[in-house]
């Protein structure tokens, strides 16, 4: 298939995105544009804005201020997470109505997690939607979009058998048609994994091949709204 540039998005080292904000780990002097030296600190606040152009697999390519570009192994920067563990650039869901003048933001609108709100970044995060334009929102206002359709809540069934570690270290197995529930998304990879518990404590990052859905009499999913 022919695709333009901006229909697709080059995979970048330990699954960080275009857009995402992040937070330099080392200390570097750089230079600007205009030739000056530029001091940057432990703990900078820098954007990715693509892949290096030496080594695609370590490196990525951030912006510090407004001008200095510098590429960097991933592993020298850190993610800044927002408000309920969401990303820029996260689809998510509306999960609430709000009216606003001439705009209505509905239940299971989709949109874009543009940033930090602007009034109240330690709780609210930035939201693009294509119907109600930008607005703040508590992270149980909206659940991020999924691989595979899948909704936090969700019932599902292992399709692999696999060992992993409970909290307490003791190893727990478990195999093909075990029942578990997605919790959320994968924090390194959440274009194709998700986040599931099986039990009471083991957690563990699937891809979403590998888990299937349980659905329920009717056709009817855990978190649906339903009309009687």
Known sequence: V???????????PNGYR???????????????????PVQIAVGDRGT?????????????LCRFGNYVLVTLLAEEVE?????????????????????????????????TVIGSSKTAPDTQILCQFENFGSV???????EVELPNGYRIGDAIFSRID??????????????????????????????????C????????????EEVELEVLPGGFRVRDIVIS
């Open 2 to 12: 022919s695709l333009g540039p901006d229909q697709v998005e080059v995979e970048l």
């Open 79 to 111: 993610l800044e997470v927002l408000p309920g563990g969401f990303r820029v650039r996260d689809i998510v869901i509306s999960t609430i109505e709000l009216n606003d003048v001439d705009r209505t933001l509905s239940v299971g609108d989709r949109g």
């Open 162 to 195: 696999l060992l992993e570690t409970a909290n307490d270290g003791s190893p727990v197995q478990i195999a093909v048609g075990d029942r578990g529930t997605v919790v959320g998304p994968s924090s390194t990879d959440r274009e194709k994994e998700i986040l």
């Open 48 to 60: 990715v804005v693509g892949p290096s152009s030496t080594d695609r697999e370590k490196e990525i």
């Open 18 to 36: 275009i857009g995402d904000a992040i937070f330099s780990r080392i200390d570097l002097l750089e230079t600007a544009n205009d030739g000056s």
């Open 136 to 142: 703040s929102l508590g992270p149980d206002q909206v």
């Open 197 to 208: 518990r099986f039990g009471n404590y083991v957690l563990v990052t699937l891809l979403a």
